[in-house]
């Protein structure tokens, strides 16, 4: 199944055209810059006091080019020639705008720049207005500034990288990878052990299964910057380990604009090929179903299979009974945003900001001969594989995207910043799987054929109100009330099964393919989240001495969280008397699930639901903190300590068809310390050291005894009501390196020690079926290191490149007590190893950019295996765990502005397109006494090259 994907390995005639055209631009780009460049220099001085100034922005009216003055107030600006207006703004300073400033090509022009105090330089209106955190400069230098262990990225790096949402973008990022295309990895933990906050409001999960939030959901146009804490502070949650992320949407815009764009783009295992889909609603396009396939009026709450007029009506009329699969020729990718930004200053010092966007996609993606293996115990004897099942899935997914953000500022003239920030997301996923293969559990093979038809929605909206207000003495207070929403619609996900009859050969039907009773289901799920948060932070400035300034801090936080999850479940039962014996062998849309044969005693719905797969549940949770921060000479002290009380009420139904249900409460009640020292060795070299307690609670889904089928798993969920919060100790040890005010040299190294880690395991219920499910581990360590290096290379001549390079190296053990069916192995999702690199060019004059960017991941737990635990079993007798391996992924980004308003842009993601492959590597002990490893494969697909192009227009 495997094949040879070459650096243009299209497989398409159009593709190959698009791949080259794109090349060829890139090309003409390139060698049209290559001539004499100019630069505008000089120095930013105060006009009053003749002091040099550093940390002021210089930048070229109506662009993006800018840069920032250094320590001693030095700045270069690489223009071309031409006659420019150059502007200049820093805290505390009126802004200043020089106009007509001529260059000449290959002559510098020198520029001093003098500015003047504001009449309202203490105003910290000021420092709120500029405090925009969204190119790697500003980024760098909050980095630098932080008390914590802090990476991030900006909307700059963003639009360089052409990322297309969160979980792209976030990638990028040291320590972190991103699982199933949409969950953060960070420091090779789970999405389990890390927090996401929007805006500084708690994000909900869109999943049933456990804590996580989908950073698919947020497209990278509306992301103003991303930053992960990586060490605890006493203002932060203390429900995280790997990482803390804080997303933040765009704020107040620096000047009024408009710009619209359009893109489109190709997949090579999709377009150019026949797509199989099933009809859905007219409002699919816009990421929702209407109701087309939702359960009918006529559907009582529970069916009752002995009411037989109401049977008979629910099976004729009761559900959406359109099961025909249609073939088309797929349009190619569309992509669409618009944003329009508003920036109004009113006399007195009082700002208006109003930052709106919408954003709409459509994609298409096909993966087939998708293979799907799962296997008993190796066969030591033979030394052979012994699988339980081995399928070949045909896969095709149509997913829909529409965002909107809007965010209202207000900075009054009298220290009273307000923002109201909103952004909504609509994402539809429609899948239609064709599995075939073979299905050995029975004791002899037999092929199966199995189809899905699968359509889910999630829908999230997070919505805050903020305040910032500098208060008399220079204390400071900022307030948040937040509320956000997750819903995620699965109606009627349907599954039809067919098993080869291996009857004997008087059997006219022998070898033929058949369905049995309740080989036919319906599922439909719903999930709804809800979540409300306030929490102030306070401080105060104490003088202790004429060199020593303290800041006490101190806030309170409190959040209400609902959450409601109901699922049910429906097959399909035949009367065995009413219809011939070929029945069974007839095709199943076209034959079986037509008009005549629905009815009571003929092909008939009957309700399979447990009502203990449903829940709901409430958690509240009060916190509050004090801490220190004390600047001693070279070093920072920042400390304090936080108080978390947390309970966590599930209501869940006790039996499968009753109504009576339970509550059962979990609580946790602590204090978490936290130290973060820094030490300034100089201006441009600082270390860092972190200390921090922190918790993992289980979620409402991991308590409760509801079970739930995962197509993809082969088996069941469920929970375990007896787990435990888990409980961490963190350290870090970090040193950074600031080479210039846009580069970065950082090398960190971390431990964690966990006590109760909650992880994946499994119950072998025999047959070849397993449930998965979650349970407590004894304890677990992990230890890592980080390398990240943002650096220009002007220094070895290349003037216009610069690079990004970061990676880690982490190792982890999680160990069990002798009652688990587990042994000790790493933890699940952790890497060993990660590796982000960028190259890019950027020629300001021409407005050109381009990159090239690679990633990939050491090999990491994904699925769990069996550890045999019986009496003189040896490794011969585990299942292994299940790995994802590594891949390469090259991608290829280039970007042109033409005058100033005019934007292209294409890219050509994952290049070497190589295999996505997930293994396991069974080891046996020969009659020798030798240790022998073998490899099985259990997935392997191939996604395919992307090719994108867009334009943008800006007003």
Request: hydrophobic share 30%; aromatic share 12%.
């Amino acid at each position: 199944m495997h094949k040879t994907n070459y650096f243009i390995s299209l497989n398409s005639r159009g593709h190959y055209y698009l791949f080259k055209a794109v090349l060829t631009v890139f090309t003409l780009f390139v060698t049209t810059t290559l001539f004499a460049q100019t630069s505008i220099k000089g120095v930013v001085t105060d006009s009053k006091t003749g002091e040099t100034l550093p940390g002021v922005t210089i930048s070229v009216k109506n662009t993006t080019h800018g840069v920032i003055s250094d320590v001693d107030g030095n700045y270069e600006l690489n223009v071309g020639p031409g006659k420019y207006t150059i502007t200049a703004s820093c805290l505390s300073y009126s802004p200043l705008e020089i106009t007509d400033i001529e260059t000449k090509k290959g002559e510098n022009t020198d520029l001093n720049i003098p500015m003047q105090e504001s009449l309202q330089s203490l105003n910290e209106v000021v420092v709120m207005a500029t405090a925009r955190i969204n190119s790697e400069v500003s980024l760098l230098n909050s980095m630098k500034k932080s008390t914590g262990i802090v990476s991030g990225v900006s909307s700059q790096q963003i639009s360089k990288n052409q990322d297309r949402d969160a979980a792209e973008v976030i990638r990028r990022i040291p320590g972190i990878s991103i699982m199933d295309n949409k969950f953060i990895v960070a420091r090779g933990l789970s999405q389990r052990y890390n927090n996401v906050w929007v805006n500084n409001s708690a994000t909900p999960s869109s999943e049933s299964d456990t804590r996580s939030f989908s950073f698919d959901l947020i497209p990278s146009s509306q992301i103003e910057n991303i930053m992960i804490v990586k060490s605890p502070q006493p203002e932060l949650p203390a429900d995280f380990s790997g990482g803390f992320v804080k997303v933040a949407t765009k704020g107040i815009p620096n000047e009024n604009s408009m710009e619209i764009t359009y893109g489109t783009g190709l997949n090579a295992q999709t377009h150019f090929k026949d797509f199989k889909y099933n009809p859905g609603s007219p409002t699919d396009f816009l990421g929702f179903d209407n109701g087309l396939r939702s359960i009918g009026s006529i559907v009582p709450p529970r069916l009752n299979s002995d009411d037989k007029e109401t049977v008979d009506a629910v099976s004729r009329n009761g559900f959406n009974n359109n099961w025909d699969i249609k073939t088309k020729n797929p349009l190619p990718d569309q992509r669409f945003s618009f944003a329009m930004n508003r920036r109004i200053k009113k006399e007195g010092g009082q700002l208006w900001g109003l930052t709106t966007a919408l954003n709409y996609s459509n994609l298409n993606r096909t993966l087939t001969n998708m293979r799907n293996a799962q296997y008993e115990v190796y066969n030591d004897i033979s030394d052979q594989v012994e699988p339980d099942n081995d399928y070949s899935d045909d896969q095709y997914n149509t997913n829909v995207r529409v965002g909107a953000m809007a965010n209202l500022s207000f900075i009054s003239n009298n220290n009273n910043h307000y923002e109201f920030q909103n952004i909504f997301n609509q994402l539809g996923q429609s899948r239609y799987t064709l599995r075939h293969g073979t299905d050995y559990t029975s004791g002899r093979e037999k092929r199966q054929e199995r189809e899905e038809y699968l359509y889910s929605s999630r829908t999230t909206y997070a919505g805050q109100l903020t305040g910032k207000h500098t208060l008399p003495f220079a204390d400071k207070l900022d307030w948040t009330l937040g509320f956000s929403y997750a819903n995620k619609n699965q109606p009627d996900r349907r599954m039809i099964n067919r098993t080869e009859n291996a009857s004997t050969d008087e059997d006219p039907f022998n070898g033929q393919m058949f369905i049995s009773q309740a080989d036919i289901e319906r599922n439909f799920i719903k999930l709804n989240e809800y979540t409300y948060n306030a929490g102030a932070n306070y401080s105060h400035d104490l003088k202790i001495s004429s060199d020593i300034t303290t800041t006490l801090k101190g806030g309170f936080y409190g959040e209400y969280k609902t959450k409601d999850y109901k699922t049910r479940d429906f097959d399909y039962l035949f009367n065995e008397n009413y219809f011939p014996y070929s029945f069974r062998f007839g095709n199943v849309v076209k034959d079986i699930l037509i008009p005549e044969n629905f009815g009571a005693g003929k092909l008939y719905i009957n309700e399979s639901t447990n009502n203990v797969d449903s829940y709901e549940g409430n958690n509240k949770l009060i916190a509050t903190y004090l801490a220190i921060n004390i600047p001693y000479k070279k070093f920072n002290i920042y400390a304090g300590a936080r108080f978390e009380h947390d309970i966590m009420t599930l209501t869940n139904y006790t039996s499968g068809t009753g109504y009576e249900t339970k509550d059962s409460e979990y609580k946790t009640t602590d204090i978490f310390p936290s130290l973060n020292i820094s030490y300034n060795l100089n201006k441009d070299n600082i270390v860092r050291f972190a200390y921090g307690m922190s918790i993992n609670r289980p979620e409402f889904r991991e308590v409760s005894p509801a079970s739930y089928y995962d197509f993809d798993l082969f088996n069941r969920i469920t929970g375990n009501p007896d787990l435990k919060a888990a409980y961490i100790q963190n350290l870090d040890l970090r040193y950074e390196f600031y080479p210039s005010t846009s580069e970065l040299i950082s090398v960190s190294l971390f431990y964690k020690h966990f006590e109760n880690p909650i992880e994946w395991s499994f119950i072998n219920t025999g047959g070849g079926a397993r449930v998965f499910t979650f349970e407590n581990a004894l304890s677990a360590h992990n230890l890592g290191v980080e390398i990240d290096v943002k650096k220009q290379l002007d220094f070895i001549g290349l003037k216009n490149l610069s690079v990004v390079l970061n990676g880690s190296l982490i190792s982890s053990k999680v160990k069990f007590d002798e009652s688990s069916i587990e042994d000790e192995r790493p933890l699940q999702g952790q890497s060993p190893f990660l590796v982000n690199a960028g190259f890019f060019y950027q020629n300001d004059p021409m407005q050109l950019t381009a990159g090239l960017m690679y990633n990939i991941i050491g090999k990491r737990i994904v699925g769990i295996g069996l550890k045999s635990k019986s009496e003189g079993s040896t490794v011969n007798d585990d299942i292994p765990d299940m790995y994802e391996m590594p891949r390469n992924v090259l991608d290829f980004t280039v970007t042109k502005r033409i005058g100033k308003s005019i934007e292209i842009a294409a890219s050509i993601k994952d290049i070497l397109s190589q295999d996505i492959f997930y293994k396991q590597f069974p080891k046996f002990i020969d009659k020798e006494g030798v240790l022998h490893e073998r490899e099985q494969i259990t997935r392997q697909y191939n996604p395919g090259q992307n090719i994108s192009i867009s334009a943008k227009l800006n007003f």
